[in-house]
T-cell receptor, first 119, second 113 residues
Framework: GAVVSQHPSWVICKSGTSVKIECRSL??????MFWYRQFPKQSLMLMAT?????????EQGVEKDKFLINHASLTLSTLTVTSAHPEDSSFYIC???????????????FGEGSRLTVL | AQSVSQHNHHVILSEAASLELGCNYS??????LFWYVQYPGQHLQLLLK??????LVKGIKGFEAEFIKSKFSFNLRKPSVQWSDTAEYFC???????????FGKGTRLHILP
């Protein structure tokens, strides 16, 4: 199956600093990637839809100036948490669809997730 | 608000017991439905999906799910669970005319050996 890789797997930073998380599709091209946030013992909350070559679409309640998303190529999307605070500590997961030969299979492939801890 | 609901937050079963996890959604129209599983320490992976056709869908590892349109439900089942089925299970919906996938809150399944 298609592989999505995230980096870093975990990161600890000081309050007020910015952190960048990368999401790569390793063996397929992803015109659309999705960023989710998972709180402990809770579901995945969709933060934004990342579109290659255009602005991301943010879900209601997600601060686009705090969570900057860039999808500069068909295999890479980045999430930058700017001026991070302890409440931003969470597990961030990216996912992408693999359009096999132009056919939408519907399946989302997920990265391993990135655990952010803000001190 | 439109949503995906999973009724069981935590389920504990003994090996060989039968499993049914409930999932309901509140979106109208034609939806695509999924069940994902997250084993301890691993990333999410697809168990099964329903787009159209036979409402009884078979997935990997002996799981199946039944789409009942009138009940807006897509319950996950397995006749006989194994200890290795211990994981968190997420129901997800791709709403009509939308590109995104919305997840339920998940059900944590614990199988006793």
């Amino acid at each position: 199956g298609a592989v999505v890789s995230q980096h870093p797997s975990w990161v600890i930073c000081k309050s007020g600093t910015s952190v960048k998380i990368e999401c790569r599709s390793l063996d397929f091209q992803a015109t659309t990637m999705f960023w989710y946030r998972q709180f402990p013992k809770q579901s995945l909350m969709l933060m934004a839809t990342s579109n290659e070559g255009s602005k991301a679409t943010y879900e209601q309640g997600v601060e686009k100036d705090k969570f900057l998303i860039n999808h500069a190529s068909l295999t890479l999307s980045t999430l930058t948490v700017t001026s991070a605070h302890p409440e931003d500590s969470s597990f961030y997961i990216c996912s992408a669809r693999d359009y096999l030969a132009g056919v939408y299979t519907g399946e989302l492939f997920f990265g391993e997730g990135s655990r952010l801890t803000v001190l | 608000a439109q949503s995906v609901s999973q009724h069981n937050h935590h389920v504990i079963l003994s090996e060989a017991a039968s499993l049914e996890l409930g999932c309901n959604y509140s979106y109208g129209g034609t939806v695509n439905l999924f069940w994902y599983v997250q084993y301890p320490g691993q990333h999410l992976q697809l168990l099964l999906k329903y787009f159209s056709g036979d409402p009884l869908v078979k997935g990997i590892k002996g799981f199946e799910a039944e789409f009942i349109k009138s009940k807006f439900s897509f319950n996950l089942r397995k006749p006989s669970v194994q200890w290795s089925d211990t994981a968190e299970y997420f129901c997800a919906v791709n709403p009509p005319g939308d590109d995104k996938i919305i997840f339920g809150k998940g059900t944590r399944l614990h199988i006793l050996p």
